[in-house]
């Protein structure tokens, strides 16, 4: 009996934007919190690529988004849905996921705000 492998395609429920340069994701952790770079963002969540050892993801509850040193929003509840190394880095570049927990309608608009004013282009729906 054959078995037919069925392929898993999520659906996004929001369209996701390319992150323009200097757009950061601060994780907060503590006094040793440093900022990362946003790889994308939509209103449902974002990805990020950072260097060193793996976040704790279970401690990260929430963030803070930024514009080179400028504080756009801080401290949305978040929770983290991935992280891994990418491949064909000399150096160890890992890339992590969250996705924002329920926003308030002011921390809504301001990332609205902030998706507006900071990202390039939409990445393709896949």
Do not use: C, W
Not at 54 to 77: G, M, V, W
């Amino acid at each position: 009996m054959e078995s037919q492998a069925q392929q898993y395609s999520p659906v996004r429920s929001y369209q996701r934007f390319k992150a323009a340069d200097r757009a950061l994701v601060l994780v907060n952790l503590g006094p040793e919190s440093l900022p990362y770079h946003i790889v994308d963002i939509s209103e449902g969540g974002l990805s990020f690529r950072y260097l060193g050892q793996k976040l704790k993801r279970s401690e990260i509850q929430k963030i803070s988004l930024y514009h080179n040193d400028q504080l756009i929003i801080d401290d949305l509840p978040i929770k983290s849905v991935s992280d891994y190394r990418m491949r064909d880095n000399i150096v160890p570049v890992r890339r992590g996921s969250i996705r924002f927990k329920e926003l308030a309608p002011e921390q809504l608009s301001q990332l609205e705000t902030f998706i507006q004013s900071f990202t390039e282009s939409p990445v393709p729906m896949t």
